[in-house]
Nanobody, 123 residues
């Protein structure tokens, strides 16, 4: 089992920045690829970004490319999401997820999920 706990969400004005953290406990964190997803009210959950086990490869949804950065610190069992130039359309609950296989764009490829953290961007 892997437990994931997100933090760092909040209310920010458009153009601002937030840094989300996802702390993992349980089995070896470095054994898992990690991803961030988000879900806005009335919308389906969507992939945001993913990172491989070693932190050497990443992938971003087009909507966040060049604004968001994913990183991980395996010594601290934590994955981060740095969000810059935030837009009102980034408002959503953000979830981190762990995959024993690959940092895919589909939710069912992930084995464990956090409880989510709310990000609200005001215009």
């Amino acid at each position: 089992q892997v437990q994931l706990v997100e933090s760092g969400g909040g209310l920010v004005q458009a153009g601002g920045s937030l840094r989300l953290s996802c702390a993992a406990s349980g089995r070896t964190f470095s054994s898992y690829a990690m991803g961030w997803f988000r879900q806005a009210p009335g919308k389906e959950r969507e992939f945001v970004t993913g990172i491989n086990r070693g932190g050497t490869r990443t992938y971003y949804a087009d909507s966040v490319k060049a604004r968001f950065t994913i990183s991980r610190d395996n010594a601290k069992n934590t994955v981060y999401l740095q969000m810059n130039s935030l837009k009102p359309e980034d408002t959503a609950v953000y979830y981190c997820a762990a995959s024993s296989t690959y940092y895919g764009v589909v939710g069912r490829e992930y084995d464990y999920w956090g409880q989510g953290t709310q990000v609200t961007v005001s215009s």
